[in-house]
């Protein structure tokens, strides 16, 4: 068995993870714990409180009991709020805090987009203009080119949390460009773990989610990948695209 313990922040659509247990059909388990959120708006400020140390740190023990081998925290805007640095710095925390290996959402999506074999793409986000901004910038500092973006104009999480298929599909949709190889689709608040493949299907090319990569980027700690085309092109290879990725988080030991 693999255990990845998912730090996430309040509720919207954390539902979306037992559904990838199920789609997943293997002995791997997602245990979660949902720290206090905070002001639920997308707001800069707002976000980065949102990232606390402290409130990462109430879901730490419960985690650990539940067998986590690695553990993520569980959101987009609370991990690229911070900035790049400040990104690493949070995760670093939680590593020591909790003597495992420890990543984010967003410093996720960094290695799924090269897991891919991608340099350039288009993000379709949720958030308003400004937000959406901070996540662009934050993928530059990875090294990635985004070649486009759409904000669907969200205020909050649970806004967000009431999208349904329809609405994630006109933003991707909108967001997509000719030069972008793969489309990202930040937020974890976003139910999308259903219609991976329609996503894909709609434009022709890879489609990353938060919620996906979420999983993903806690599997790539724990050293367990698994093939699961329900959940998209970046489960659906059976051997990395890439053979090198940066290293596997922070590795704390006693």
Request: aromatic letters at 6%; a negative charge; charged letters at 25%.
């Amino acid at each position: 068995m693999t255990t990845v313990g998912l730090l996430y922040p309040g509720h919207a659509a954390e539902d979306d993870f037992p559904r990838t247990e199920i789609l997943l059909d293997t002995d791997i388990r997602l245990p979660l714990f949902s720290t206090e959120a905070g002001e639920d708006v997308y707001r800069a400020d707002a976000l980065r409180e949102q990232g606390d140390p402290d409130r990462l740190a109430e879901g730490v023990e419960e985690l650990r009991l539940a067998g986590a081998e690695a553990l993520i925290w569980a959101s987009s805007g609370g991990s690229f709020g911070q900035g790049w640095e400040g990104a690493h710095e949070q995760i670093a925390t939680l590593a020591r805090a909790a003597g495992l290996p420890a990543s984010s959402t967003s410093v996720g999506f960094g290695h799924a987009v090269r897991e891919l074999g991608a340099r350039r793409v288009a993000v379709a986000a949720p958030y308003p203009d400004d937000v959406t901004g901070l996540f662009a910038a934050f993928l530059a500092s990875a090294g990635i080119e985004v070649v486009a973006t759409a904000s669907g104009g969200a205020d909050s999480s649970a806004e967000a949390g009431s999208w349904g298929p329809d609405e994630v599909k006109r933003l991707v949709r909108e967001a997509d460009h000719p030069d972008a190889e793969v489309v990202l689709v930040p937020d974890t608040s976003l139910h999308t773990t259903a219609y991976l493949p329609e996503l894909e299907e709609l434009i022709g090319k890879p489609v990353l989610t938060a919620n996906q990569v979420t999983v993903w980027e806690g599997l790539r700690l724990a050293d367990r990948r698994t093939w699961a085309p329900p959940l998209g092109t970046l489960f659906a290879t059976r051997e990395p695209v890439l053979r090198q990725l940066e290293p596997k988080g922070i590795e704390v030991r006693e």
